[in-house]
C-alpha cells in the first residue's frame, strides 16, 4: 500500500473516530459539498502559484499564449554572490511574462525557492520546477485560468506525484483598498475552523498529500494552536502580530515554551531577532513560510515598518501582500477543484458558527459506522 496509502487510512479512521454519529449531525458537511455550493460571485481577486515538472518554460508559455493571448517579454535576472569555497560567481536566468493576456500579467519561471543560496550559485539556477504565477485575478475568470492550465498534462507536464513535490497555492485578498480590514477575530475563525480536529484530518486527508511534501507545509505551534483555541482569545492586531510571528517563531526555534508565551513580548522580540540575524532567515522558513496557511505577506502588509518585517522582506522570500496564501493543495491542474475548496473555507470564515466537516461516507450504510 505505501506511506501515502497509510497515512490517508490513519486520517480516515481518525474521522471516523470523531464522526462515529457521523448520519445523525445534520449540520456537519463533507469537504466536496462545502466547495459546490460555492458560485465564485464574491468580489474577491484571488492569485495562483502553479508548479509542475517535465514541461519547459518557452512550451508553457506557448501553451499559455494560445488561450490566454497576450505578449510575450523575456526577463533577465542577473545573480551573484559566492560559493561554497567563497569564489565569486555570477550569472544570468530567464523568466517570460506574458502581457496584456485576458488575466493580465502572467509569469512563468524557474521555480527555485527549494534552493539555499549556495547550491543556487553552484548550479547557477538550474531548474527541475517550472511555475507559473497569475497576476490578483477576479474570481469570475479563474475559468480562464483552468482552461489554459489544463493543457499541460497534455503536452507532458507532471504535477504533483511523491518524487515531484509541487503545488497549486491560492492566495486569497483580505485587505486592500477595496476590501474592509478584516479583524485579526477573522483570520482567528478561519484557522480554527481549518486546523480543529476532526477538519484538519479530513482536508489533509482530501488533499491527499504525498510523505515528500510533508516538510513543506504544516500547522501552527502548540503554544499558538493553544491561544486559537480560546475562545476568550481576542486580541488586537498588534497582539495577533507578535503573536503569530514572534511569540510562534521564539517556541519553534528558540523555547522554552514558558518564556514564548508569558515573557515579556520586548524580550521575545528582542531575541527573535537575534537569533534571525545570526542564523539567517533560512532557518525560520518552518515558522513563517511552510505552513498549510501562510499568514506571514499579510501581517507585514500590515506592520511594514517592523524590524522583524523589515528582515523578512529584505530576504525577498516575502512580500508586503494583502493575502494569506493556502499552501497545502496538490497540483493535479484542476484549477477549479481546488479554488472552490480554498474559498469554501474562506466563506466559511465568515459565518460565526464553526465549520464541521465530515468525511463522505455516502458509499458506507450508517450501522458500518459502528464500530
Same mark, same amino acid.
Given at each position: 500500500?505505501?506511506?501515502?496509502?497509510?497515512?490517508?487510512? +490513519?486520517?480516515?479512521?481518525?474521522?471516523?473516530?470523531?464522526?462515529?454519529?457521523?448520519?445523525?449531525?445534520?449540520?456537519?458537511?463533507?469537504?466536496?459539498?462545502?466547495?459546490?455550493?460555492?458560485?465564485?460571485?464574491?468580489?474577491?481577486?484571488?492569485?495562483?502559484?502553479?508548479?509542475?515538472?517535465?514541461?519547459?518554460?518557452?512550451?508553457?508559455?506557448?501553451?499559455?499564449?494560445?488561450?490566454?493571448?497576450?505578449?510575450?517579454?523575456?526577463?533577465?535576472?542577473?545573480?551573484?554572490?559566492?560559493?561554497?569555497?567563497?569564489?565569486?560567481?555570477?550569472?544570468?536566468?530567464?523568466?517570460?511574462?506574458?502581457?496584456?493576456?485576458?488575466?493580465?500579467?502572467?509569469?512563468?519561471?524557474?521555480?527555485?525557492?527549494?534552493?539555499?543560496?549556495?547550491?543556487?550559485?553552484?548550479?547557477?539556477?538550474?531548474?527541475?520546477?517550472?511555475?507559473?504565477?497569475?497576476?490578483?485575478?477576479?474570481?469570475?475568470?479563474?475559468?480562464?485560468?483552468?482552461?489554459?492550465?489544463?493543457?499541460?498534462?497534455?503536452?507532458?507536464?507532471?504535477?504533483?506525484?511523491?518524487?515531484?513535490?509541487?503545488?497549486?497555492?491560492?492566495?486569497?485578498?483580505?485587505?486592500?483598498?477595496?476590501?474592509?480590514?478584516?479583524?485579526?477575530?477573522?483570520?482567528?475563525?478561519?484557522?480554527?475552523?481549518?486546523?480543529?480536529?476532526?477538519?484538519?484530518?479530513?482536508?489533509?486527508?482530501?488533499?491527499?498529500?504525498?510523505?515528500?511534501?510533508?516538510?513543506?507545509?504544516?500547522?501552527?505551534?502548540?503554544?499558538?494552536?493553544?491561544?486559537?483555541?480560546?475562545?476568550?482569545?481576542?486580541?488586537?492586531?498588534?497582539?495577533?502580530?507578535?503573536?503569530?510571528?514572534?511569540?510562534?517563531?521564539?517556541?519553534?526555534?528558540?523555547?522554552?515554551?514558558?518564556?514564548?508565551?508569558?515573557?515579556?513580548?520586548?524580550?521575545?522580540?528582542?531575541?527573535?531577532?537575534?537569533?534571525?540575524?545570526?542564523?539567517?532567515?533560512?532557518?525560520?522558513?518552518?515558522?513563517?513560510?511552510?505552513?498549510?496557511?501562510?499568514?506571514?505577506?499579510?501581517?507585514?502588509?500590515?506592520?511594514?515598518?517592523?524590524?522583524?518585517?523589515?528582515?523578512?522582506?529584505?530576504?525577498?522570500?516575502?512580500?508586503?501582500?494583502?493575502?494569506?496564501?493556502?499552501?497545502?493543495?496538490?497540483?493535479?491542474?484542476?484549477?477549479?477543484?481546488?479554488?472552490?475548496?480554498? +474559498?469554501?473555507?474562506?466563506?466559511?470564515?465568515?459565518?460565526?458558527?464553526?465549520?464541521?466537516?465530515?468525511?463522505?461516507?455516502?458509499?458506507?450504510?450508517?450501522?458500518?459506522?459502528?464500530?
Amino acid at each position: 500500500m505505501g506511506v501515502l496509502g497509510t497515512t490517508i487510512q +490513519l486520517r480516515i479512521l481518525l474521522g471516523l473516530f470523531f464522526y462515529v454519529g457521523a448520519c445523525e449531525i445534520a449540520s456537519a458537511v463533507t469537504f466536496s459539498e462545502l466547495a459546490q455550493r460555492y458560485t465564485f460571485s464574491h468580489d474577491q481577486n484571488v492569485g495562483f502559484e502553479a508548479e509542475f515538472t517535465k514541461l519547459n518554460i518557452e512550451s508553457t508559455t506557448r501553451a499559455l499564449v494560445e488561450v490566454l493571448g497576450g505578449d510575450i517579454r523575456i526577463k533577465t535576472n542577473k545573480v551573484e554572490g559566492r560559493d561554497r569555497k567563497g569564489l565569486l560567481v555570477a550569472f544570468d536566468t530567464f523568466e517570460n511574462r506574458i502581457e496584456n493576456s485576458s488575466l493580465g500579467e502572467v509569469v512563468i519561471k524557474p521555480e527555485d525557492n527549494g534552493f539555499d543560496m549556495a547550491t543556487y550559485i553552484e548550479t547557477k539556477g538550474h531548474y527541475k520546477t517550472v511555475e507559473i504565477v497569475t497576476s490578483p485575478i477576479r474570481e469570475q475568470n479563474i475559468g480562464l485560468l483552468h482552461n489554459a492550465v489544463l493543457i499541460l498534462p497534455r503536452l507532458g507536464a507532471v504535477g504533483t506525484e511523491n518524487q515531484f513535490p509541487v503545488s497549486l497555492q491560492v492566495s486569497v485578498e483580505i485587505a486592500s483598498a477595496r476590501t474592509p480590514k478584516r479583524t485579526p477575530a477573522y483570520l482567528i475563525k478561519l484557522l480554527r475552523d481549518y486546523f480543529s480536529e476532526p477538519n484538519y484530518s479530513i482536508i489533509r486527508a482530501e488533499w491527499t498529500i504525498p510523505p515528500a511534501r510533508h516538510g513543506y507545509i504544516g500547522r501552527p505551534s502548540d503554544g499558538f494552536m493553544k491561544k486559537l483555541s480560546l475562545d476568550s482569545y481576542r486580541p488586537s492586531l498588534r497582539q495577533f502580530y507578535d503573536d503569530a510571528m514572534y511569540r510562534q517563531a521564539h517556541e519553534m526555534l528558540i523555547g522554552p515554551f514558558e518564556k514564548s508565551w508569558k515573557g515579556s513580548v520586548e524580550a521575545v522580540r528582542a531575541e527573535v531577532l537575534e537569533y534571525i540575524q545570526k542564523h539567517s532567515f533560512e532557518a525560520a522558513l518552518r515558522v513563517f513560510k511552510w505552513n498549510d496557511i501562510k499568514l506571514t505577506n499579510l501581517l507585514i502588509y500590515w506592520f511594514p515598518n517592523d524590524p522583524l518585517s523589515r528582515l523578512l522582506v529584505e530576504s525577498t522570500w516575502f512580500q508586503p501582500i494583502p493575502a494569506i496564501e493556502f499552501r497545502a493543495p496538490n497540483n493535479d491542474f484542476d484549477v477549479l477543484k481546488v479554488a472552490s475548496r480554498v +474559498l469554501s473555507l474562506i466563506e466559511a470564515a465568515r459565518d460565526k458558527a464553526p465549520l464541521q466537516l465530515e468525511f463522505d461516507l455516502s458509499r458506507f450504510e450508517c450501522g458500518d459506522l459502528l464500530l
